[in-house]
């Protein structure tokens, strides 16, 4: 189910616009930087994904850093990264997006994703709205998943954090943020939260996707 990955870059649908494009094997990336990061406390690292081939922005060379950053984004930025697929799979019947998730349109640009994330059993939830908000228990829920099912990150046992709202974790996700603390893709505020329904800008999002990046080996920093 897994893909190694590769030097060929995938092409993206135009209405992913941003954080959707495929691996570059490590090679330089020659788009123009963005022209909107001044001020951008994440600045460096969505450069550098952008550099390192990673992601990419809308035709006017903007990145929206203050965009929003939905749950169809997320899944097929994780997908692409980790190189997820369902190659090795047969099906008595092409499997269709809302087969696993009902709120999707199975003609939306991001509905082959959405089938691979189905069945490479990232722990989607059934009634999953694709053109939501993704927040930053469920992106972080999600890279890890996929992280470790394609064997770019290890799994262990952790000696758990406290954490102050820990009750306002989703279920069954309370493993995967403690998981987020120790490979750094969150944090803590000063008070322990970990803020696990706050919803991501692309910025925030890039700089989630670094760090796992650079965890998993994906690329390496200068």
């Known amino acids: 189910m897994r893909k190694k990955f590769g030097t060929k870059l995938v092409a993206i649908p135009a209405a992913a616009a941003i954080l959707l494009s495929g691996l570059a094997g490590g090679s330089a990336y020659a788009a123009a930087a963005f022209g909107d990061l001044q001020g951008v406390p994440q600045a460096n690292q969505i450069?550098?994904?952008?550099?390192?081939?990673?992601?990419?922005?809308?035709?006017?060379?903007?990145f929206n850093p203050q965009g929003t950053f939905t749950n169809a984004q997320a899944i097929q930025l994780t997908v692409d990264t980790f190189g997820l697929n369902i190659d090795d799979l047969n099906f008595f019947k092409k499997p269709e997006a809302s087969d696993s998730f009902p709120k999707a349109s199975d003609h939306a640009w991001y509905s082959d994703a959405l089938v691979i994330a189905a069945y490479s059993d990232l722990n989607l939830p059934r009634d999953l709205d694709p053109n939501a908000?993704?927040?930053?228990?469920s992106f972080a829920s999600l890279l890890i998943n996929a992280g470790q099912k394609s064997g770019a990150l290890p799994m262990f046992r952790l000696i758990p954090v406290e954490i102050t709202d820990e009750a306002s974790i989703p279920d069954g996700s309370?493993?995967?943020?403690?998981?987020?603390?120790?490979f750094g893709i969150l944090e803590l505020d000063a008070k322990g939260n970990i803020h696990p329904n706050e919803t991501l800008t692309r910025a925030q999002a890039a700089d989630m996707l670094y760090k796992i990046a650079v965890k998993g080996h994906i690329f390496e920093t200068k």
């Open 47 to 62: 450069t550098a994904l952008q550099e390192a081939g990673i992601v990419k922005g809308a035709k006017d060379g903007k």
């Open 133 to 137: 908000p993704a927040t930053r228990a």
């Open 174 to 182: 309370s493993g995967s943020m403690q998981e987020a603390l120790a």
